[in-house]
């Protein structure tokens, strides 16, 4: 029994060691050797010393590096702070015309001019003009704000009736006008004058065709309706003493209308224009608003929005109905 006994209890110290042995190397960082090493404190770097530094004064000017990799040199600063805009440069454009006859020659020393009240004919000194050569051709140089709505030209000759042609100018692009037809043309001239024979000076004297546009030859619905303007009409104004002058008629039967303010417009009988010719002792005669009738007067009012507020440049439409109609 006894040799028995130390027999089991030997084997079983035998295993024992064994398994610890087995268990330490299959996991050394458990053993009591490296459990009493001790791992060395970790030291701060520093920097080598006695090391010379190239160029001091140009890392000295040098932003800080979070700025430079972040910022443009030409941004440097507080965030989002944003450089001066620059002053806006004048736009420009440039507008070309061909002048032809009716048998489609080339008209010389025609002119081309951006349109308005203050239009006459090629005579007129206008800032912003072009005049054409022996081959018909006006190229006008545009400077200054373009509206990005078409806009109405002047054009005509010495000779000629006056055309108005549209375009819509671009900024540094070419608006080609395209062949101008001027028919042969010639002039009116006459007095602008009050109901008491007062000469009227400054009133809007604008030569246009019949306005059968509106289906009625009534002056009365003339005198408050007033020419058609939409295509472009040649226009002047009256001078102190009353006399006007229209030039660039073209020929053929036409009108002649008047308006100050306050007053309808007057209209004068159907007058025909000759080629080169001057037609002259044209008396418009202007009546106060007030004495127009009522079914025929202006109708004035405000647009405005749901809030009350003044809508600019709305579009307005009127449909008249005839009894019976």
């Known amino acids: 029994m006894n040799t028995a006994l130390k027999l089991v209890l030997a084997l079983a110290a035998l295993v024992l060691l064994a398994g610890g042995a087995a268990f330490f190397w299959l996991h050394p ?14 030291q701060p770097l520093e920097a080598p010393r006695n090391t010379p530094v190239e160029n001091p004064e140009s890392l000295a000017a040098e932003a800080p590096a979070s700025e ?6 030409e941004a440097k600063g507080a965030p989002g702070a944003a450089k001066p805009a620059a002053a806006a440069a004048q736009a420009e454009a440039t507008v070309v015309a061909h002048f032809v006859d009716l048998n489609l ?10 349109a308005g009240l203050d239009t006459r ?8 003009e072009a005049r054409t050569g022996s081959d018909g051709i006006a190229t ?10 078409p806009i109405r030209f002047a054009a005509g000759a010495d000779g000629y009736g006056m055309v108005f042609p549209r375009g819509t100018l671009k900024a540094g692009e070419t608006l080609h006008l395209g062949d101008l037809t001027l028919r042969p043309g010639g ?9 008491e024979q007062h000469p ?7 030569v246009s065709e019949e306005h059968t546009v509106w289906g009625s030859n009534d002056l009365e619905q003339l005198r408050s309706r007033g020419p058609e303007m939409w295509m472009g009409a040649p226009e002047s104004k ?10 660039g008629v073209a020929a053929g039967v036409t009108r002649a209308w008047a308006k100050s303010e306050g007053t309808r417009w007057a209209v004068s009988a159907p007058l025909e224009v000759t080629a080169g010719n001057e037609l002259r002792d044209v008396l418009l005669v202007l009546d106060p608003e007030d004495k127009a009738d009522a079914e025929l007067r202006d109708i004035e009012g405000i647009v405005v929005a749901p809030d009350d507020k003044p809508i600019p440049k709305a579009r307005l439409s009127v449909r008249q109905q005839m009894e019976g109609s």
């Open 121 to 128: 004919s090629g005579k007129a000194d206008s800032k912003l």
């Open 105 to 114: 020659r080339p008209i010389s020393n025609a002119w081309l001019c951006p």
């Open 238 to 247: 009256s001078a102190a003493d009353g006399s006007f002058l229209v030039e």
């Open 29 to 42: 960082s458990w053993s009591p050797s490296a459990l009493e090493r001790e791992i060395p404190a970790a």
């Open 140 to 149: 006008l140089h545009w400077q200054g704000t373009i509206s990005p709505h």
């Open 187 to 195: 002039s009116v001239r006459g007095r602008v004058v009050d109901v």
């Open 200 to 206: 009227v000076g400054g009133a809007q004297v604008v």
């Open 68 to 73: 430079r990799s972040s910022m443009p040199k």
